[in-house]
């Protein structure tokens, strides 16, 4: 079955960029109809969904964080990153990246069947 | 504030069955998006429970169980067992926002 690892620091300092890699085994970044996603989860709080890469390298991400989002994908390693640029406090919080599978419902909408462990960033001086 | 609505907290005792509602608008689940359900164990990933509003990924009880209808839909848990205790999110998507979108979380306590 599909597996998904995400990596990076775990502390960013105010006004850096946060950087994270999700590596995928059992199955092909570019291959397949898949949305590639990560999503964000301050502590105690609720789900944020950050944004997407599809197999063909197409991205969309949330409005509220599109100026600062950067999504890739590296098929040679079956990766797909994220970079969140000009962090504050605020985007302080757990990180998952997972798989989005279509929905079907016609809408080129999806769901997320397999999910990382999810990886806890801090942002602080 | 999520764009989807749900309870924060619910709670029941074992056996009994309970619901988790999940309230949106005309841009998402009104406008025939399907909404898709998640389990939230304590220090774990979500986990995929409900897809395309009533429909379970294989090795999820059919104690489980989605429903839509207009602009809102539900989770119901029948036969509470104490592994239930989690907290519960819906997922839809939005035209309005162009992406996905997440209910605040329900926290399901088994009495």
């Known amino acids: 079955q599909v597996q998904l690892q995400e990596s990076g620091p775990g502390l960013v300092k105010p006004s850096q960029t946060l950087s994270l890699t999700c590596t995928v085994s059992n199955g092909s970044v570019s291959i397949g109809d898949y949305y590639w996603s990560w999503i964000r989860q301050p502590a105690g709080k609720g789900l944020e969904w950050i944004g997407r890469i599809y197999t063909s390298g197409s991205t969309n991400s949330h409005a509220s964080l599109k100026s600062r989002v950067t999504i890739s994908m590296d098929t040679s390693n079956n990766q797909f990153s994220l970079k969140l640029s000009s962090v504050t406090a605020a985007d302080t919080a757990v990180y998952y990246c997972?798989?989005?599978?279509?929905?079907?419902?016609?809408?080129?909408?999806?769901?997320?069947?397999?999910w990382g462990q999810g990886i806890r960033v801090t942002v602080s001086s | 504030q999520s764009v989807l609505t749900q309870p924060p907290s619910v709670s029941g005792a074992p056996g009994q069955r309970v619901t988790i509602s999940c309230s949106g608008s005309s841009s998402n689940i009104g406008a025939g998006y399907d909404v898709h359900w998640f389990q939230q164990l304590p220090g774990a990933p979500p986990h995929l429970l409900i897809f395309n509003n009533n429909n379970r990924p294989s090795g999820v009880p059919d104690r489980f169980s989605g429903s839509k209808s207009g602009t809102s839909a539900s989770l119901a848990i029948t036969g509470l067992q104490a592994e239930d205790e989690a907290d519960y999110y819906c997922q839809s998507y939005d035209s309005s926002l162009s992406g996905v979108i997440f209910g605040g979380g329900t926290q399901l306590t088994v009495l």
């Open positions: 997972a798989r989005g599978r279509p929905a079907g419902d016609g809408y080129n909408t999806y769901y997320f069947d397999y």
